[in-house]
């Protein structure tokens, strides 16, 4: 038997989390600002293929393998905000560079390796996996059945998929393009700033 009530507020918990901003939101308003409209959804699509595998090992235990182990939490922690910091300093080294213009055609590398991005960025992003493996884990009540539980899952894909999709297609307009090259080096300095600080901070939080 499919619990709703449950799935609806496991989904409002989910929506919270996932518009408020991180390195996920920096992640795919670059590559939509910076590449054809379709690499920013591949992108997108890489983010959505791991915040459902997040919320999978939420609803399986997550939270209690990260108990029992508290070094493998930190281990991934750590890893995650080491991650983050290097892309911050990647972003701020690159940010008087000039943008190639954007290109008519998505070829498969450039697919999967926007893909990968989306997959790599969601992985080590210690905000998802601290906010799966507690907020949300703790919205999912005991004893739920494995199609609520399954439900739960594939409505964090499509709110992911949702809000991550809607950000890439409005600033992957002409206009945002236009606006970001003219404040490239101060919008990519202030992004790579908020992404050093985030994984600092998330490094050094308990």
Not at 147 to 173: D, E, N
């Amino acid at each position: 038997m499919i619990d709703f009530a449950a799935i609806a507020a496991a989904s409002a918990v989910c929506a919270a989390g996932v518009m408020s901003p991180g390195p996920n939101f920096i992640a795919v308003t670059h590559r939509a600002v910076t590449a054809h409209r379709a690499e920013a959804f591949a992108l997108v699509l890489g983010v959505v293929c791991v915040s459902a595998l997040w919320a999978s090992a939420a609803v399986f235990g997550l939270g209690l393998l990260f108990t029992l182990f508290p070094w493998l939490f930190w281990s991934a922690k750590l890893v995650g905000a080491a991650y983050l910091v290097w892309f911050g300093i990647q972003l701020i080294r690159r940010s008087t560079l000039p943008l190639p213009e954007k290109s008519d055609l998505l070829t498969p590398l450039t697919f999967l390796g926007a893909f990968r991005d989306g997959l790599v960025t969601n992985l080590s992003n210690p905000k998802a996996m601290v906010f799966y493996a507690s907020v949300f884990s703790a919205a999912v009540p005991a004893g739920a059945s494995s199609a609520t539980l399954a439900v739960m899952v594939l409505m964090v894909a499509i709110i992911a998929a949702v809000w991550y999709g809607g950000v890439a297609l409005v600033l992957s307009s002409e206009r945002a393009a236009r606006a970001f090259r003219q404040k490239k080096v101060l919008v990519e300095r202030g992004c790579g700033a908020f992404l050093i600080l985030f994984g600092l901070r998330q490094a050094l939080s308990r």
